[in-house]
Nanobody, 120 residues
Framework: QVQLVESGGGSVQAEGSLKLSCAIS????????MGWFRQVPGTPRDFVSS???????RYTDSVTGRFTISKDNAKNILYLQMNDLRPEDTATYYC??????????????WGQGAQVTVTA
């Protein structure tokens, strides 16, 4: 089992920056992906970014060029640097650990979430 604990959320004005952290512990051997998702109440949880063990990185289009995912393997911490934040980035952000399947990635492990609020 994998434990994930997010930190670093908060409130910021538009065009500001925040950095989320996710402390990773437990049995991560089968988890080849780490990712960030976000959710607004009443809507589905959406993919934001992922990083694979080999360093492959993906972003959803709306955050490309503004957000940067990274992982400190020595400290077992996943980060999401968020710059040029917009009010539409307001959401609860979740850290997740993923398993590569034949033609998809399953995300069985989730953190508790960190609230990010961006004011105009």
């Amino acid at each position: 089992q994998v434990q994930l604990v997010e930190s670093g959320g908060g409130s910021v004005q538009a065009e500001g920056s925040l950095k989320l952290s996710c402390a990773i512990s437990g049995s991560t051997g089968t988890r080849s992906f780490m990712g960030w998702f976000r959710q607004v109440p009443g809507t589905p949880r959406d993919f934001v970014s992922s990083i694979r063990n080999d360093g492959d990185i993906r972003y959803t289009d709306s955050v490309t060029g503004r957000f940067t995912i990274s992982k400190d393997n020595a400290k077992n911490i996943l980060y999401l640097q968020m710059n040029d934040l917009r009010p539409e980035d307001t959401a609860t952000y979740y850290c997740a650990a993923g398993i590569q399947k034949i033609n998809r990635v399953d995300w069985p492990d989730w953190g508790q979430g960190a609230q990010v609020t961006v004011t105009a």
